[in-house]
């Protein structure tokens, strides 16, 4: 670790999506920023407020507090003691990952249980700009006293963000500091104005932090769960004397790192016969601008076990020429790409009769069955519209269910197929809040946004039966969580088939947000 003596502390690192709505925008930046927008009813106009260190700016007693003053604190079971925030890594060439802080154990309350925050601050690429501004937020929540009173028109020079003292012999304060959090304007009996001020308690402490910055390594084998390693290039083998002809795809977990709980397999199709001739041309064909896509995800039961080998079959390929390249994952972030090996060159032959269908390698000559692709769709679905009102959770309720495609295909063969249906968000405003779970009618995680996405798909016949069902997601998505959908069912040659993909989105940490999905529907013949 090399200490830190002077930070940037409000530094903007990052891109702003304008095709986002405004004021989400404006809330990504006053985050990434450690302040916040108010509006200040004094002006008419909207202002930012810093968080940091600064001096009463008024005073507040028996001589200008109207009636009483109302505290509140927080309960037990809902204190922070400890900060997790996600950012992109600039140190990892903005990779996803995330550093943790812990209160000391020292000032932790009889009985007060573990209850971590969990923060996102996209825009910010820096380690210590991140931990500081979520160490300032894990700080102000233990400053869990919150105060409202009014005061007559004599205060109206007071705005939001203002550091204010109160004096009050019955709660025992002497000039006691506060930051102002609301204020309201109030029409008295008598023909005047008052205003309501709702304050939290302040403390200037809050706003100094000793930071040291962590450098991803491996050096003292410690990493958190954020620090990925890279698998190695994967190796390529095609098993074709089979009845099951698939792809063997090999490579060797990092030797450290964190856990790794699934692995990704993503495709690029050279389609283009000159970039085929030279597709290992970074010149001509730079590797960045190619679009891979997700072709299957497999998890392990816990996670797999580091520097040990991985064998991977792939299934469901269509005919073509192949790029291939794996990625590690866990459950709160993905690990960098692997390269890319050789290509993997198919031509398929498919028959009349399902015996004959044939699968030819053409580097290695040789011939075998391959499963039959009734259908293969590819879509992106923009501006999706979600929910505006949240479910009612603990009794059981869920998102609306909406409508996002609905495709019809036949099939050429009676049999059984597998029918898979990967969903990829481009753009959501899920965070990871779990605050939508409940057990028993007690909400788990009372302090988190409820963020919940989920995606359906079902196969329905002429006469409007399901015959398959599948789905994924559910309470806790991220705005970058994938999902896989696996099912099967016997269909025939003679009937036509609709696939009908829908969902169900509520981001209570950005209400209303649209959604963008990448889909990729697949009907492939396997008996």
Same mark, same amino acid.
């Given at each position: 670790m090399t200490a830190i003596s002077e930070i940037r502390r409000y530094d903007i690192n990052g891109v702003v999506d304008t095709g986002r709505p405004v004021w989400e925008n404006i809330e990504k930046l006053a985050n990434a920023a450690n302040c916040w927008a108010t509006y200040d009813i004094t002006t008419g106009k909207w202002s930012v407020v810093i968080k940091r260190d600064q001096a009463s700016e008024h005073s507040f007693g028996d001589n200008n507090i109207v009636g009483s003053i109302i505290a509140a604190s927080t309960p037990l079971n809902s204190l922070y003691n400890a900060v997790e925030v996600q950012y992109p890594d600039r140190d990892i060439h903005d990779g996803n990952n995330f550093v943790r802080a812990d209160i000391d154990p020292a000032r932790l309350k009889a009985n007060e249980r573990e209850n971590v925050l969990k923060l996102n601050y996209p825009i910010v690429n820096d380690q210590i700009q991140a931990l500081s501004i979520g160490l300032t937020e894990l700080e102000q929540s233990r400053l869990d006293l919150v105060v409202s009173f009014n005061t007559n028109y004599t205060m109206k020079a007071v705005q939001a963000g203002d550091i204010i003292d109160i004096t009050n012999t019955a709660y025992g304060w002497a000039a006691k500091l506060f930051r102002v959090i609301t204020i309201e304007e109030l029409d008295t009996d008598f023909g005047g104005i008052d205003y309501k001020i709702t304050a939290q308690e302040y403390s200037a402490d809050i706003y100094t932090h000793d930071l040291s910055r962590f450098t991803l390594t491996t050096e003292d084998g410690i990493f958190s769960i954020g620090d990925i390693g890279a698998m190695t290039t994967p190796q390529i083998t095609i098993i074709s004397a089979s009845q099951t002809p698939h792809l063997l795809v090999e490579s060797v977990f990092p030797a450290s790192g964190a856990p790794?709980?699934?692995?990704?397999?993503?495709?690029?199709?050279?389609?283009d016969p000159a970039e085929l001739a030279d597709w290992d041309d970074p010149l001509l064909y730079p590797d960045e601008n190619r679009v891979y896509?997700?072709?299957?995800?497999?998890?392990?039961?816990?996670?797999?076990?580091?520097?040990?080998?991985?064998?991977? *079959?792939?299934?469901?390929?269509?005919?073509?020429?192949?790029?291939?390249?794996? *990625?590690?994952?866990?459950?709160t972030t993905k690990g960098p790409f692997t390269d890319f090996g050789s290509t993997v060159t198919y031509t398929v032959d498919i028959a009349a009769d399902l015996n004959g269908d044939s699968l030819v390698?053409?580097?290695?000559?040789?011939?075998?069955?391959?499963?039959?692709?009734?259908?293969?769709?590819?879509?992106?679905?923009?501006g999706l519209a979600t929910d505006t009102t949240q479910p009612n959770w603990s009794s059981g309720g869920v998102p609306t269910l909406r409508l996002a495609s609905s495709n019809p295909f036949t099939v050429t063969t009676d049999g059984l197929y597998s029918i898979s249906l990967v969903a990829d968000q481009a753009t959501s405003g899920a965070i990871g809040g779990r605050g939508g779970i409940y057990s028993g009618g007690t909400q788990i995680y009372p302090s988190e946004y409820a963020d919940y996405v989920s995606i359906t798909i079902d196969i329905v016949d002429s006469g409007s039966n399901v015959v398959a069902f599948g789905g994924s997601g559910g309470p806790g998505a991220f705005y970058w969580t994938d999902f896989l959908s696996e099912t099967s069912a016997s269909?025939?040659?003679?009937?036509?088939?609709?696939?009908?993909i829908s969902y169900r989105v509520y981001t209570g940490a950005n209400i209303g947000a649209n959604i963008s999905l990448n889909l990729n529907t697949r009907v492939v013949l396997v008996g």
């Open positions: 790794i709980t699934g692995v990704e397999v993503w495709m690029y199709e050279i389609t896509n997700l072709n299957t995800t497999v998890f392990a039961e816990n996670s797999f076990v580091l520097n040990s080998d991985l064998d991977l *079959r792939v299934d469901q390929i269509d005919p073509g020429n192949f790029l291939i390249k794996l *990625r590690p994952i866990n459950q390698d053409n580097i290695n000559g040789t011939i075998g069955q391959i499963s039959a692709v009734a259908y293969n769709n590819s879509q992106l679905l923009t269909l025939l040659a003679s009937e036509t088939y609709t696939c009908i």
